[in-house]
Nanobody, 115 residues
């Protein structure tokens, strides 16, 4: 059973920064990819950023240049550094991992960008 535990969400003013963490219950090398999704109220869950086991990254157009995804293999943790936050970044952020045909999800962490 894979467990993903997110942390680091909270309330931040526009222009501020937050770093989300996703701790996995095993080596992140064992996953084909890990990523962050977000879901705003009344909207579908969408991909924000993904990192593959080979280190390749991809980002949603809306966050390119502002968000950075990275992994720490020693800590089995994936991070999402979010800078220059905007009110439209407000959402519940979910960690996701893919291993073969299986998808795993964390419980989500709320990010609110508001003055």
């Amino acid at each position: 059973q894979v467990q993903l535990v997110e942390s680091g969400g909270g309330l931040v003013q526009p222009g501020g920064s937050l770093r989300l963490s996703c701790a996995a219950s095993g080596s992140i090398f064992s996953f084909n990819a890990m990523g962050w999704y977000r879901q705003a109220p009344g909207k579908q869950r969408v991909l924000v950023a993904v990192i593959t086991s080979g280190g390749s990254t991809n980002y949603a157009d809306s966050v390119k240049g502002r968000f950075t995804i990275s992994g720490d293999n020693a800590k089995n943790t994936v991070y999402l550094q979010m800078n220059s936050l905007k009110p439209e970044d407000t959402a519940v952020y979910y960690c996701n991992s893919v291993r073969g045909i299986f998808n795993y999800w964390g419980q989500g962490t709320q990010v609110t960008v508001s003055s």
